[in-house]
């Protein structure tokens, strides 16, 4: 395919506001694609090289791009600066310098494979590498395919495309029905790589999506949590349960091939250089040839054995100097779940055999340790564990159901977890993605925002419906730097996933994750999440965000529309009782 094709299915998507047509845009981009370019294919429009796991980065700034721009266009660099100074966007700016430009024909091939090797460049000189390899790459460049290019390097070509519509889009295009979505998504829970689910497809249809099974060095979709109001739910929901305390510090999918260790984060990043300590105790406490396991880890004082909050922990977060930190705060990593052994996918097993197995699998020493466990059918007994967990400092427990598989990907009631709640309050905070802001009046006015509209994830259409507009719980600074990086990825109309009533001044694409607190969850007219035929949604009462942004999370891990209507229905429980 030629990159210029490319380019004008990015315009179409650009440009649309509603996600059916995304999805008609995308099963008609996968059909003309041959099983080649389908990976690039599928990276690129998701602003990417390669999934985030390789943690592969084009490391290119605006500097250096305004630099390759003014080779490819021979013109000065300070030319190309005053341009940029006016448009704000080296893609708008690479366009307009190189108007006038047939360009060369470039397939989408040539330019991934230039894109790669630009990112791979390493060591000495690398930078004048970089730089010299992307000017070729401009100056073959038609005026369309630069701005894309230009953006596409800066990390700011951010098209909006979610991964349930490729999903969906890929089981049409390449399998001949929507209906092969689930097939799809089993086969992305395992393997984290849209890319190598495309290729497949188109490969070997849904012989070769069924042969897509866990691998090490590819991360496992994270299960996740249902909650509920208390431990007499979950012994009615689930009955017997295994109960292990839910720790709060940095969940870790370590995945082991021989003396090669990689970790692997909540939201399937590569973590592992923060974590040398857990490297070498993997090395040395784990019992196998090949294993993915995941587990919680935490710093803790050595002197008392006790664990630190995770505003301690959180410090291993940093590029410098992490071998020193952690001698200082050592961590602990509480192992919970196995997901893979030897050959062996082990997610499709019960808790209680995977459990077992893993507990076998890791030899007694101090960093490594199984996490602590109960099995009780008993809302009493569970009670107690729970009081005596938040009395240790901890969040509270997840309940387990010990005959449950690992449910790649989703979150179910195969695991419910029950935190500490503050009377009078919603019991949990929820995780709301954001699509636009408010400039707002009074004080804040200065700041040139003064809002925020915050949306709940739709899975089932793969939208983003609004709940709340949240002023407060930010600080000065805060509001400062949110109206920089929303600014950065400011869109001029509302994105083809967001479903609002309301109009933000600035729509802004789905990227940012807050958590946010309220004091109840109300019927409200104004918002489209969990909205019924007369249009009545749901909103948050008081809603004020705790934090700041959430690295962890992506758009798609905030709280979905069912989870405001479960915690409604709770809320309403509980004031009945
Ligand atoms: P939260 O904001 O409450 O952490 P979340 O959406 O990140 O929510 P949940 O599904 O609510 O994730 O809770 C699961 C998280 O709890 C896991 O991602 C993991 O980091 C942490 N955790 C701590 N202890 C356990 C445990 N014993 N089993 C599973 N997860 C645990």
């Known amino acids: 395919m030629r990159f210029q094709d490319l380019v004008t299915v990015f315009e179409r998507l650009e440009a649309t506001t509603k996600r059916l047509e995304m999805f008609e845009i995308l099963a008609d981009l996968f059909r003309q694609t041959t099983p080649d370019e389908i990976a690039p294919i599928i990276y690129m429009s998701q602003g990417q090289l390669l999934p985030a796991f390789h943690g592969l980065e084009l490391g290119m700034s605006e500097k250096l791009l305004t630099r390759a721009l003014a080779q490819a266009a021979q013109r000065a660099p300070e030319d190309v600066l005053a341009h940029f100074k006016g448009t704000g966007d080296l893609g708008t700016t690479a366009e307009a310098l190189l108007a006038g430009r047939k360009g060369k024909g470039l397939t989408v091939t040539q330019v991934y494979t230039e894109l790669l090797r630009i990112a791979r460049t390493s060591g000495e000189g690398s930078v004048e590498k970089k730089l010299c390899n992307l000017a070729d790459l401009l100056a073959l460049a038609s005026p369309s395919e630069a701005k894309y290019i230009a953006r596409f390097v800066l990390g700011r070509l951010r098209l909006g495309v979610g991964d349930a519509t490729v999903l969906e889009a890929l089981a049409l295009a390449k399998l001949g029905s929507r209906e092969f979505k689930p097939d799809l998504e089993r086969a992305y829970n395992l393997c984290s790589d849209l890319g190598r689910v495309g290729e497949a497809a188109s490969k070997g249809g849904r012989e070769a999506i069924a042969r897509i099974t866990a691998q090490v060095g590819y991360p496992i979709r994270m299960a996740l949590c249902e909650r509920v109001p208390g431990p007499e739910e979950i012994i009615a929901k689930i009955g017997r349960c295994a109960v292990e305390p ?3 510090g940095f969940r870790c999918q370590i995945h082991k091939d021989g003396e090669r260790v990689e970790i ?3 939201n399937l990043e590569r973590t592992t250089p923060m974590f040398p300590d857990l490297v070498e105790a993997v090395k040395r406490q784990v019992r196998a040839r090949e294993i993915i396991f995941e587990g919680e880890a935490l710093a803790f004082d050595e ?6 909050p995770f505003q301690t922990t959180i ?5 410098h100097g992490v071998e020193d930190h952690a001698k200082e705060f050592p961590l602990k990593l509480f192992a919970f779940d196995l997901l893979y052994v030897d050959g062996e996918d082990w997610t499709p097993r019960p808790y209680r055999e995977r459990r077992a197995e893993l507990v076998a699998r890791i030899a007694k020493d101090t960093v490594i340790e199984p996490a602590e466990m109960e099995e009780t059918d008993d809302a009493a007994r569970l009670r107690v564990i729970f009081e005596s967990a938040i009395a240790r400092g901890l969040e509270g427990i997840v309940a387990k159901r010990p005959d449950s598989p690992y449910a790649a ?17 919603l019991s949990d905070t929820v995780d709301l993605c954001l699509v636009g802001y408010f400039r707002g009046g009074g004080k804040r006015a200065r700041f040139g925002i003064g809002a925020v509209l915050a949306a709940a994830y739709d899975p089932v259409s793969d939208s983003f419906k609004t ?6 719980g930010f600080s000065d600074e805060e509001w400062v730097q949110l109206r920089e990086r929303l600014d950065e990825i400011a869109v001029a109309h509302k994105p083809a996933r967001v479903e609002s009533k309301m109009e933000p001044d600035v729509w802004v694409q789905p990227m ?4 946010v607190a309220a004091d109840e969850i109300t019927r409200s007219p104004l918002h489209t999440c969990g909205a019924d035929a007369e249009g009545i949604g749901y909103a948050l009462r008081f809603p004020r965000v705790q934090g700041f942004l959430r690295a962890d999370k992506r758009p798609e891990d905030a709280n979905t529309v069912q989870d405001i209507i479960a915690l409604y229905e709770q809320q309403r429980r509980v004031k009945l009782e």
């Open 409 to 425: 990907g989703a979150r179910n009631f195969n695991w419910i977890k029950l935190k500490r709640s503050y009377k009078g309050e």
């Open 512 to 515: 940012y994750v807050v958590t």
């Open 264 to 266: 692997f984060s909540r």
């Open 303 to 308: 002197g008392t054995g006790e664990l630190l």
């Open 246 to 248: 839910k720790l709060d």
């Open 315 to 319: 410090q291993r977060k940093r590029k």
């Open 467 to 472: 709940v709340s507009r949240i002023g407060t």
